[in-house]
């Protein structure tokens, strides 16, 4: 936790990084340029699922492969899901692939999906996993647990495409899609109402670790969901009501190839 004599500090020196990343023209070289592209908040969310499960790698080359999924969906994507039957509309996914993510990964979530929305949204089925308690660990989990368990057979390797934090795993696309859905803001889309922006975690890959701990945001060495939550019980000792906005900060400088230091703030 940080000491109450570094909070000002750190605001001073984080909170212009942020609106200096959190501007309209993140979106368009970003994954959630993919949700911002349809009307509808139910395609919305059920794209911006596949572009979050999706979001890594070469950004022009994930872009790429989630506007070629878009047309594999014939741009309707709730629609495409709902209405899903392997022996049927299998064909419609030959050839797909992006990194390890191929074909049988797709079809296997595509039919895990389907049996869980049972018709309805995304935003019920996370809810009907959520512990007040802890919301977004316990809808992450429930979630994550009810796509894995409820077709018998699934192929196993999809478990390398959903995470849990039962596994020790940070879930830095869960957490950056329930950012996308919840917050509301220039980037972030604010179509869900389940949970409150202080309840988020903060999405924790690489680029984001790296800058939280050369300012000295973190000091936990793995990337792990420990550190998710060290990190966000500190950004909410920035910031109560919206700790990830600090998201901007640490991932927008990672990833535009800044180093952040408070021995350089002004």
Not at 111 to 135: I, M, R, Y
């Amino acid at each position: 936790m940080l000491e109450l004599d570094s909070i000002s500090r750190f605001r001073l020196y984080l909170n212009p990084i942020v609106s200096k990343y959190e501007s309209a023209s993140f979106i368009q070289d970003d994954p959630i340029s993919i949700p911002h592209a349809f009307d509808d908040p139910i395609d919305q969310e059920v794209i911006g699922l596949f572009a979050s499960m999706l979001a890594w790698g070469r950004r022009d080359v994930m872009l790429r492969k989630l506007e070629e999924l878009c047309d594999r969906m014939s741009y309707k994507p709730a629609s495409f899901v709902h209405s899903y039957k392997s022996d049927r509309d299998r064909r419609r996914l030959e050839g797909f692939v992006h990194r390890t993510f191929n074909e049988g990964d797709l079809d296997g979530i595509l039919v895990s999906l389907k049996k869980l929305l049972n018709g309805g949204t995304v935003e019920q089925a996370f809810l009907a996993g959520v512990d007040p308690s802890d919301p977004v660990r316990s809808g992450i989990q429930s979630f994550s647990d009810r796509m894995l368990g409820g077709v018998p057979g699934q192929p196993a390797r999809i478990r390398q495409h959903i995470a849990r934090p039962s596994r020790g795993s940070a879930c830095k696309r869960m957490n950056m899609y329930l950012r996308w859905m919840v917050r509301k803001g220039p980037v972030d889309m604010g179509i869900w109402d389940i949970l409150d922006p202080s309840d988020l975690k903060l999405p924790l890959d690489v680029h984001s670790g790296t800058q939280a701990r050369a300012i000295g945001l973190l000091a936990r060495k793995s990337n792990d969901w420990k550190a998710v939550e060290d990190l966000t019980l500190n950004c909410l000792a920035l910031d109560p009501v919206d700790p990830c906005k600090y998201d901007f900060a640490l991932f927008g400088a990672g990833s535009a190839g800044e180093t952040l230091s408070l021995d350089a703030e002004n």
